[in-house]
């Protein structure tokens, strides 16, 4: 079954800054993944469902404005799971409500681990590869508006790539 995820893409140039930085430390999914803060994490989702879930994302879409993120600094979910990450320091109630609106619809997803929105940086690595990806982005700073996100599937060729963006409209 096809897998889609939904996400709020990280914009040029600092999408391209972090997906750069991400193959320096050697996560071999940097050039899969496009640098993003998940909403809905990958999961599987059949033709005839997809296109209610693309209307629902509509009216999510709709019903939320946009708003100012920034990115800052490194975090890790270590010991519990092998991710380092660059931080949301602004914007996170707003990606909190998203995700919570995206995932309250036809399409049902529980989460394995409480909402925390990031940027994956460096994911299954060793640990010093790790330390190197949290030492390495810890001064990173940028800020955005965000005012779009996007429907992702993975192709058969295992890269993530947009298939429908929602314009924040509210």
Known sequence: MPTHGVAITVPEPHGAALQEARDRFGDPLARFIPPHVTLLPPTEIDAPSLHDFEQHLEVVAGTHAPFGMTLSGTGTFRPLSPVVFVQVSSGISQCELLETAVRNGPVVRRLDFNYHPHVTIAHNLGEEQLDAAFDGLVDFRCT???????????????????????????
């Not at 955005?144 to 924040?168: A, I, K, M």
């Open 144 to 170: 955005f508006e965000v005012t779009t996100f996007e429907l992702y599937h993975q192709d058969d060729d295992g890269v993530w790539r947009p298939l429908s963006t929602f314009t924040l409209e509210g």
